[in-house]
DNA sequence: TATTCCTCGTGGTGATTCAC
DNA sequence: GTGAATCACCACGAGGAATA
C-alpha cells in the first residue's frame, strides 16, 4: 500500500464495482431462511418464473398470509378480485397508504381505464392526509422493522438507533408517543440533500428501553440484531458490530470500517479531544501540533480505508469466479 | 431507458461527564 | 491531567424503486 495514491486506490475501486456489476452470478441451488433450507430446482431457476416466486414466498412469508395475498397477486394484478379484498383489509390497519389502498379496492371492481387508474393511484400517494395515528409500540415494532437500524458507534463503540423516512410526520408521531411514554425525547434529524429525516435515539439507557420495548411487541426481522445489541456487557463492542453486519447483509459492506479502521478511528477520536482541552487551556502550541498529528492519522485512515475496501472487493470478486460467475456479455458496454 | 427519489446503513465531529 | 464513555448533531454512498 505504500506509496499508493488515494485517487489510484479509488480508481482501481470503480474498476472493480464495473467488474462486479457486470458478473453473472453462479446458479442458486439451494437457499436458508428462517432456519429452513430450501432447494431450488433447475426449471425453476430457468424459466418458472412464478414457481421461484412462490418458493421464496413460501420461504419467508407465514404459509396462510402468502396463499391469500402473494403468489397470483403479483400476477394477475388489476384483474384478481381477491387484490381487492387484500387491498380493503390491508386499508383498515394502514396509516399512511390508507387511501391509496381504498382507491385500489375500489378501482379494481370500476370501468376506470388503466391509464386514469394509474393517475390516480400517483395523485393519492401525493396528497395522502397523515392523519394522526393510534400510535402504539406495535406500531413502532412494526415500522422499526422496516425503517429502522441498529448501529455500534466505530469510534465510541456506543449502541444507537435509528429511524429514516422521507416524511418527517411519521417520525414526529413516535418520537411524541415515546417522550409521552417514557418522557425522554429523541433528536430528529432532517438530511439537508435529501430531505429526508431520521429519528436518533443515542442515549445508551434510552436505547436498551426501547429495544426492549420492541422485542416485547412484536419486533421480527430485526430481533436477532436487537437481541445481540442487548447482548453487550457479556461481548464486546467489536464482536457485535461484526454480528450487527452480518445480520444486516451485504448492504454499504465496502462502507464499514475493519477493526483496524475502528482502532485508527478511535485514536483520532481521543488525539482531538487531546488537542481541544490543549486549546482551552491556552497551550496553543501543543493544541497546534497535535492537530498536525491528527491531520497526518486521517489521511492515513482514509487511504487505509480505501485500501481495505479494495481487497474486500477483490476477494468477493474471485470468489464468485471460483463458484462459477461469469461476465455477462450483455452488459459489457 | 435514463434520471430522480427514497431508504438503509454507515462514518465523522465536538462537547460533556466520569473514573483513575 | 488524561483517557474512556457518553451524548448530540450532521452527513453521505449504495442500490432498489419510482418516475419522466
Known amino acids: 500500500?505504500?506509496?499508493?495514491?488515494?485517487?489510484?486506490?479509488?480508481?482501481?475501486?470503480?474498476?472493480?464495482?464495473?467488474?462486479?456489476?457486470?458478473?453473472l452470478w453462479p446458479p442458486m441451488w439451494q437457499f436458508r431462511a428462517g432456519g429452513e433450507t430450501f432447494k431450488v430446482s433447475p426449471p425453476a431457476l430457468n424459466c418458472c418464473r412464478t414457481g421461484l416466486l412462490s418458493l421464496l414466498v413460501r420461504a419467508f412469508t407465514h404459509p396462510k398470509a402468502c396463499c391469500a395475498i402473494w403468489?397470483?397477486?403479483?400476477?394477475?394484478?388489476?384483474?384478481?378480485?381477491?387484490?381487492g379484498k387484500a387491498a380493503m383489509q390491508l386499508a383498515e390497519r394502514s396509516f399512511l397508504k390508507r387511501q391509496q389502498l381504498l382507491l385500489a379496492a375500489e378501482q379494481l371492481s370500476s370501468t376506470c381505464t388503466p391509464e386514469g387508474q394509474k393517475h390516480a393511484l400517483a395523485a393519492a400517494r401525493v396528497q395522502e392526509g397523515y392523519s394522526a395515528p393510534r400510535c402504539s409500540w406495535p406500531f413502532i415494532a412494526g415500522f422499526f422493522d422496516a425503517e429502522g437500524c441498529i448501529q455500534v458507534h466505530p469510534s465510541t463503540g456506543a449502541l444507537r438507533v435509528s429511524f429514516s423516512q422521507n416524511t418527517v410526520t411519521v417520525l414526529r408521531w413516535i418520537a411524541d408517543f415515546r417522550q409521552h411514554d417514557m418522557g425522554s425525547t429523541l433528536s430528529l434529524w432532517r438530511h439537508g440533500a435529501t430531505g429526508a429525516s431520521q429519528l436518533w435515539v443515542e442515549c445508551q439507557h434510552d436505547v436498551h428501553v426501547l429495544l426492549r420495548r420492541l422485542l416485547d411487541n412484536g419486533l421480527l426481522t430485526k430481533r436477532s440484531s436487537a437481541l445481540l445489541a442487548l447482548s453487550r456487557g457479556d461481548t464486546s463492542c467489536l464482536d457485535i458490530r461484526h454480528g450487527l453486519s452480518r445480520l444486516s447483509g451485504n448492504q454499504s459492506k465496502y462502507l464499514r470500517s475493519t477493526p483496524a479502521g475502528i482502532k485508527r478511528a478511535q485514536r483520532i477520536s481521543a488525539l482531538r479531544q487531546s488537542a481541544s482541552r490543549y486549546l482551552s487551556r491556552g497551550q496553543l502550541e501543543k493544541s497546534r501540533e497535535?492537530?498536525?498529528?491528527?491531520?497526518?492519522?486521517?489521511?492515513?485512515?482514509?487511504?487505509?480505508?480505501?485500501f481495505d475496501a479494495y481487497r474486500t472487493l477483490q476477494s468477493d470478486i474471485r470468489e464468485l469466479l471460483t463458484q462459477g460467475a461469469v461476465l455477462d456479455d450483455a452488459k459489457i458496454l
Open 71 to 83: 403468489p397470483d397477486s403479483s400476477m394477475k394484478l388489476g384483474k384478481g378480485e381477491h387484490v
Open 290 to 306: 497535535l492537530c498536525l498529528e491528527i491531520e497526518a492519522l486521517k489521511r492515513e485512515h482514509e487511504l487505509s480505508n480505501a
Open 1 to 23: 500500500m505504500h506509496g499508493t495514491s488515494l485517487r489510484y486506490l479509488q480508481r482501481r475501486i470503480d474498476a472493480l464495482k464495473g467488474l462486479q456489476t457486470r458478473l
